[in-house]
Structure formats: structure tokens, C-alpha cells
Nanobody
Framework: VQLVESGGGLVQPGESLTLSCVGSGFTFSKYRIYWYRQLPGQERELVANITKTGENTNYADSVKGRFAIFRDNANNAVYLHMRNVQPEDTATYFC??????????WGQGTQVTVSS
């Protein structure tokens, strides 16, 4: 059971970026997927999540209106489209799922740096 993030990088303020989270080893369409972000020495912040079918999404207030989460179950992928990024969006971004009781699966993270 694995989640792998990609798509991070260095971007300038105001630009857009799309992160990917690809799952393997499980039936991807049966799980809600979450995106978190974390700065060194700080707790992980929940950014967005999406239900199994993609019908419902939720966002942190800090990203609402700028980020969009969507999924492609045929390709076992969830995406986080980040629009109008700002320096405060700089963080390592992780995807996450609650697999079974007591077991949460995390990806390795992808770094996003917003700087001019």
C-alpha cells in the first residue's frame, strides 16, 4: 500500500502548480484522500480532502478559492491544483489516507517553494 506525491518545485508568487498523488497496492476508489502540508518544526496542516467518488471536497480557509482538489480513479490519482500561490504556501505537501483501523498511509512528500 503506497502513496507517491510528485509535482513540487520552485514557483513565483502568483503562479500555478499541480501536485499529484498516485496510489498503489489497494483499491484507490474506495478511499477518501487528504492533502496536508508541513513546515519544518511545525505540525502538519490539513489543506484539502476529497471523497471516494470525488463528489465532495473540503478546503482549509487559507487555501479556499485558490486550491482545487480532484481525482482520477481510473488512474489511481488525486491532484491538488494550486493557483495564485503565495510565499506562505511554501511547505512540504503530503497526501494521506486512512487505510484500516489504526493505519494511516502517508506519501514521502513533495516540496513546494514559492519565492521571487
Amino acid at each position: 500500500v503506497q502513496l507517491v506525491e510528485s509535482g513540487g518545485g520552485l514557483v513565483q508568487p502568483g503562479e500555478s502548480l499541480t501536485l499529484s498523488c498516485v496510489g498503489s497496492g489497494f483499491t484507490f476508489s474506495k478511499y477518501r484522500i487528504y492533502w496536508y502540508r508541513q513546515l519544518p518544526g511545525q505540525e502538519r496542516e490539513l489543506v484539502a480532502n476529497i471523497t471516494k467518488t470525488g463528489e465532495n471536497t473540503n478546503y482549509a480557509d487559507s487555501v479556499k478559492g485558490r486550491f482545487a482538489i480532484f481525482r482520477d480513479n481510473a488512474n489511481n490519482a488525486v491532484y491538488l491544483h494550486m493557483r495564485n500561490v503565495q510565499p506562505e504556501d511554501t511547505a512540504t505537501y503530503f497526501c494521506n489516507m486512512f487505510y484500516v483501523t489504526g493505519i494511516y498511509v502517508w506519501g514521502q512528500g513533495t516540496q513546494v517553494t514559492v519565492s521571487s
